[in-house]
């Protein structure tokens, strides 16, 4: 199966900004996601980009593709405490949707 | 209001039991999926739905069985034989499994504890 990697752990100052990496192995996915998980939640679809696009802006949020390197990432502008969970990044392959182990982003008021 | 319900949000169970979580969609998808969810691992497959009455193996579907007698409808038994059940399960639905209808949304989730 697909292996996706990401950090496990972030923690940033509110107001700055923060940056999630995710590496993938498969590159069939036609669209990748960002999921955010607040505690004890389920997962919340923040965003998503098109393979073919290489940037994606979503008001604070912006989302990098670089496919050759087989690199995702996710930037939140202006961090804010209301950020701090765990996000995730997706992609299907064939039948099945593929996770990162999840970032667990803390923001430090 | 569209959505995913899991119920219970906390279940306790005791070694040797069988215990069923509910997930049912009111957004008719045609594709239903269970994940499991431990700390540090991120979210593994246990079983897929793409249509009634059809359902896939995912990673880690030892010890677990599903059923799909309805569209709306895709319970998870946690079997005796599953030798680390406790975990917190997520059920998810989409669309379909092609392209950007494989977007996946998700229930609350549901906490299994054994004792």
């Known amino acids: 199966g697909e292996d996706v990697e990401q950090s496990l752990f972030l923690s940033v100052r509110e107001g700055d900004s923060s940056v999630i990496n995710c590496t993938y192995t498969?590159?069939?996915?036609?669209?990748l996601y960002w999921y955010k998980q607040e505690p004890g939640a389920g997962l919340q679809l923040l965003t998503y980009?098109?393979?073919?696009?290489d940037m994606k802006q979503d008001q604070r949020l912006t989302v990098l593709l670089n496919k050759k390197d087989k690199h995702l990432s996710l930037r939140i502008a202006d961090t804010q405490t209301g950020d701090s969970a765990i996000y995730f990044c997706?992609?299907?392959?064939?039948?099945?949707?593929?996770f990162g182990t999840g970032t667990s982003l803390t923001v430090i008021p | 209001d569209g959505g995913i319900t899991q119920s219970p949000k906390y279940l306790f169970r005791k070694e040797g039991q069988n215990v069923t979580l509910s997930c049912e969609q009111n957004?008719?998808?045609?594709?239903m999926y269970w994940y499991r969810q431990d700390p540090g691992q991120g979210l593994r497959l246990i079983y897929y739905?793409?249509?009634?009455?059809?359902?896939q193996k995912g990673d880690i579907a030892e010890g677990y069985s599903v059923s799909r007698e309805k569209k709306e409808s895709f319970p998870l038994t946690v079997t005796s034989a599953q030798k680390n059940p406790t975990a917190f399960y997520l059920c998810?639905?989409?669309?379909?499994?092609?392209?950007?209808?494989?977007?996946?949304?998700f229930g609350p989730g549901t906490r299994l504890t054994v004792l």
């Open positions: 998810a639905s989409s669309p379909g499994t092609s392209g950007r209808i494989n977007e996946q949304f």
């Open positions: 980009i098109f393979s073919n696009m």
């Open positions: 739905s793409q249509i009634v009455n059809d359902f």
């Open positions: 997706a992609g299907p392959t064939g039948n099945q949707f593929y």
């Open positions: 498969d590159s069939s996915s036609t669209y």
């Open positions: 957004l008719n998808h045609d594709a």
